[in-house]
């Protein structure tokens, strides 16, 4: 037990970046996010799902905030060690923005294609179920093609379902990248110089080594 | 009465705490994601992945290679 406290203290600080920092942007990044996935839910998403957007925004945001923070988190600590030793200061922070908005965008278009799954299963079983409820000829195979391969009654509305699903995924996924680039850079702009910590030796270690050299000397001596 | 232990030790408890706090909301982010998307595409998923990994273990383990037999 003792050894897992030590290992996990020894990690945050080998890690040695601004949490606060990396919660900050992972709040606005999650919650802005967040806006996109509701807005898209509400849109294109099954009616069961009908709770106060509202309310579904700060759920849904606030559950996926851990993901958004290990994104970022990830961004930081691979944009250090590719450009942190880098003289450029554009290069470093725009690289590892550059970093953040690819990995935190990637993660809402997980998020948002998930929901969207989740939706159509939805809507699907309500399809085959309004189906079933108002056709009076027994259909044997709902959802079947017909002899052409053209897709027909439950099928072709399935079709479109999905097709409607396909389209919100792909303009939220450019919706979601214009704003992950606004929203990196603004935050950027206000933590760039408490991103992470410097490698520089730590301030006691000069003294250390002063009083190195001094029982060296009196030893010598 | 506090000690001069009592600050690290203090830290480390907090530090395991917002550690397991973390580690639990994480997985309740992964499995509603998972749950959204569907969880039979997820198992097929896994079943595909710990098949090939099972056949490069067993078909690319190195092998002593075999003796041809001589005819005396």
């Known amino acids: ?221 | 009465m506090s000690t001069t232990t009592d600050g690290p030790n203090a830290r480390k408890v907090a530090t395991a705490i917002i550690a397991l706090v973390f580690v639990l909301w994480t997985l309740a982010a992964v499995i509603t994601l998972v749950y959204w998307s569907g969880t039979v595409l997820w198992v097929l998923g896994a079943i595909a992945l710990v098949g090939f990994i099972w056949i490069l273990r067993v078909y690319l383990r190195p092998s002593a290679p075999e003796e041809t037999p001589t005819d005396t």
């Open chain 1, 1 to 221: 037990m003792d050894t897992t406290f030590t290992r996990l203290d020894g990690a945050q600080r080998r890690l040695s970046v601004y949490w606060l920092t990396i919660a900050f942007f992972a709040v606005v990044i999650a919650f802005g996010d967040g806006f996109w996935v509701t807005s898209v839910q509400g849109a294109v998403g099954a009616i069961e799902r009908n709770d106060p957007p509202f309310d579904r925004w700060l759920r849904d945001s606030t559950l996926m905030l851990p993901l958004f923070f290990l994104a970022v988190l990830a961004a930081i600590v691979l944009g250090r060690r590719w450009f942190g030793g880098s003289r450029s200061r554009l290069l470093k922070f725009g690289a590892t923005a550059l970093l953040m908005v690819l990995f935190t965008s990637a993660l809402a278009i997980t998020e948002v294609a998930a929901s969207s799954a989740y939706d159509y299963r939805l809507q699907s079983r309500d399809l085959a179920s309004v189906h079933a409820f108002h056709q009076t000829i027994a259909d044997t195979a709902p959802g079947a093609t017909t002899t052409t391969g053209r897709c027909v009654g439950i099928c072709a509305e399935k079709q479109l379902t999905l097709h409607s699903h396909m389209k919100a995924l792909r303009i939220a996924s450019v919706v979601l990248l214009l704003s992950n680039i606004v929203l990196v850079l603004w935050v950027m702009a206000l933590r760039s110089d408490r991103i992470w910590r410097s490698n520089q030796v730590p301030a006691r270690a000069p003294s250390e080594a002063a009083v190195g050299r001094g029982v060296t000397g009196a030893v010598l001596s």
